[in-house]
């Protein structure tokens, strides 16, 4: 009988972790349309389909590497991948190893399924980063936060008045906001960040790293290039 192995991923954006058993399970009942032998399945959670660095993924292609598969069930072929040139190179890998992909929604893979799916995820790709970037601009001209946190800050979890999460807002921790204007100070004064650290250090307040005062000026990070500390959201 012919050997196959499931494939299954989520992402956190778009799916929740019952779509994994989902998957496995229309996987399951197309491999028996097809004679198929179930030998293992291979999954990866809340993990991004732009990228082929995955735990799961990568395990299945060493398998298919070592002649240990035949066939491979996924529920669509953006469940592999969504960069046109990782599907490209995938369906490349596994022809070698003659290893066929069959979908539950277009059946068997080929060239042509390569090309247009792989064009029309990596649309979809763009189309997403677009929406993230308008998104986000859209919660900084809020005056709300675009992601991420700083020294100084938390986070404030609520509801809004529809019962969704409020996202975007923080408050400031007084004691870290006096360690940081302390920085600032000591920093104004003439003080290197390294001899800032030691000493926070010697005043017994676990201070941040000498790197992580000073940063990378072009790139805004570290606390003393953090614009977010004059009030400016990038």
Not at 15 to 26: F, L, N, P
Not at 84 to 113: C, M, P, W
Not at 187 to 210: H, S, T
């Amino acid at each position: 009988m012919t050997r196959a192995a499931i494939y299954a991923r989520f992402s956190t954006t778009m799916q929740r972790e019952a779509s994994i058993e989902d998957q496995v399970r229309i996987c399951r009942e197309r491999a028996a349309l097809e004679h198929c032998e179930v030998i293992e399945v291979f999954s990866d959670m809340a993990i991004s389909g732009a990228s082929t660095r995955r735990p799961g993924l990568q395990s299945l292609l060493a398998l298919a590497e070592r002649g240990g598969v035949d066939v491979i069930l996924c529920e669509a072929l953006d469940r592999l991948s969504r960069n046109q040139a990782d599907v490209a190179q995938l369906y490349k890998r596994l022809s070698f190893h003659d290893v066929r992909i069959i979908t539950t929604s277009g059946g068997e893979i080929n060239e042509l399924h390569v090309g247009l799916k792989g064009t029309m995820n990596q649309m979809f790709l763009k189309d997403l980063a677009a929406k993230t970037r308008r998104g986000l601009r859209g919660r900084v001209e809020a005056g709300k936060s675009g992601g991420g946190n700083a020294y100084g800050y938390r986070v404030v979890r609520s509801l809004g008045p529809d019962g969704q999460p409020v996202t975007g807002e923080r408050e400031i921790v007084p004691h870290e906001a006096e360690i940081i204007r302390r920085i600032y100070q000591e920093f104004a004064d003439g003080y290197a960040p390294k001899k800032i650290a030691q000493r926070l250090n010697a005043d017994g307040i676990p201070g941040p790293r000498d790197t992580a005062i000073r940063g990378h000026r072009q790139r805004g990070t570290g606390i003393i290039n953090n614009e977010l500390y004059i009030g400016r959201l990038i």
